[in-house]
Nanobody, 129 residues
Framework: QVQLVESGGGLVQAGGSLRLSCAAS????????MGWFRQAPGKEREFLGT???????????YYADSVKGRFTISRDNAKNTVYLQMNSLQPEDTAVYSC???????????????????WGQGTQVTVSS
């Protein structure tokens, strides 16, 4: 049974930082591309970024323009964990943040949420002004 469990969310002031973690179990973690998404109330789920699975492109990251330069994704395959470092947070970053795992997407195809097979429940991030 695959489980993805996010942690690290909370309340932060504008301009602050948070680091989210996503712990995976029940899958060969290194074989999966891992993505981060968020969903604000009344809005569609938004792609934030992704990090490639082990291999020729292992560890390569891609980001949505809206977070490029502020958010950084990393992974520790030994710990089966992917991270999302978020800096310079703004109130518009308030959302539920979720991680997802894809066994087959690569590159820009990973921007598509339909490419992901497994999803976490999400963690709330609230940025106050």
């Amino acid at each position: 049974q695959v489980q993805l469990v996010e942690s690290g969310g909370g309340l932060v002031q504008a301009g602050g930082s948070l680091r989210l973690s996503c712990a995976a179990s029940g899958l060969t973690f290194s074989a999966y591309a891992m993505g981060w998404f968020r969903q604000a109330p009344g809005k569609e789920r938004e792609f934030l970024g992704t990090i490639m699975r082990s291999g020729r492109s292992g560890g390569i990251t891609y980001y949505a323009d809206s977070v490029k330069g502020r958010f950084t994704i990393s992974r520790d395959n030994a710990k089966n964990t992917v991270y999302l470092q978020m800096n310079s947070l703004q109130p518009e970053d308030t959302a539920v943040y979720s991680c997802a795992a894809s066994p087959y997407c690569s590159g820009y195809a990973c921007y598509d949420r339909g490419q992901y097979r497994h999803w976490g429940q999400g963690t709330q991030v609230t940025v106050s002004s």
